[in-house]
């Protein structure tokens, strides 16, 4: 019996590891996207007019 919670604890904990692994790599990525749309937009404020 405490072997097949061990092998469930097991399995939730690597698809923890596996889930923050991915969400730090969007993390990152979502904020290179971010720094670029902002290098963007500071070039081109001098044709922006209103």
């Not at 698809?15 to 979502?30: E, K, N, Q």
């Not at 996207?33 to 001098?46: A, N, T």
């Amino acid at each position: 019996m405490s072997e097949k919670v061990y092998n469930t604890m097991k399995q939730a904990g690597a698809w923890s590891i596996v889930f923050g692994v991915i969400l730090i790599t969007l993390g990152v990525a979502m904020g290179v996207m971010q720094i670029v749309q902002g290098g963007k937009l500071l070039h081109d404020k001098k044709e922006i007019t209103f």
